[in-house]
Nanobody, 126 residues
Framework: QVQLVESGGGLVQPGDSLQLSCAATGRSFSTYTMGWFRQAPGKEREFLAGINTWGKRSTYYADSIYGRFVIFRDNDKNTVYLYMDKLKLAETATYYC??????????????????WGQGTQVTVSS
């Protein structure tokens, strides 16, 4: 098992950047596919970015944030990050880290991820 804890959320203005962290404890996630999602009130959970296992570390992104967000991981620290740039008002949401222990590639669906953190709030406001 692995436990995930997100951090780094906060209040920012439109156009600002922010970096989120997801720290894992209990077990190494070096062989896990990791992803970031977000969920705004009254809306479905939305896939943002994913990163494959340590063997490849290839990344993939949702069209909505392509070119603005970057996901990367540090397996030695059991931490995955999401760097977000040019944030928009509509991107106010709770941001979640997720892990797929099966290590499947290019996973984008909520149901493919078994482990989830409690989320960190990002508020974009002018």
């Amino acid at each position: 098992q692995v436990q995930l804890v997100e951090s780094g959320g906060g209040l920012v203005q439109p156009g600002d950047s922010l970096q989120l962290s997801c720290a894992a404890t209990g077990r190494s996630f070096s062989t896990y596919t990791m992803g970031w999602f977000r969920q705004a009130p009254g809306k479905e959970r939305e896939f943002l970015a994913g990163i494959n296992t340590w063997g490849k570390r290839s990344t993939y992104y949702a069209d909505s944030i392509y070119g603005r967000f970057v996901i990367f991981r540090d397996n030695d620290k059991n931490t995955v990050y999401l760097y977000m740039d040019k944030l928009k008002l509509a991107e106010t949401a709770t941001y979640y880290c997720a892990g797929d222990e099966a290590g499947r590639s290019q996973t984008r669906n909520v149901g493919e991820y078994k482990y989830w953190g409690q989320g960190t709030q990002v508020t974009v406001s002018s």
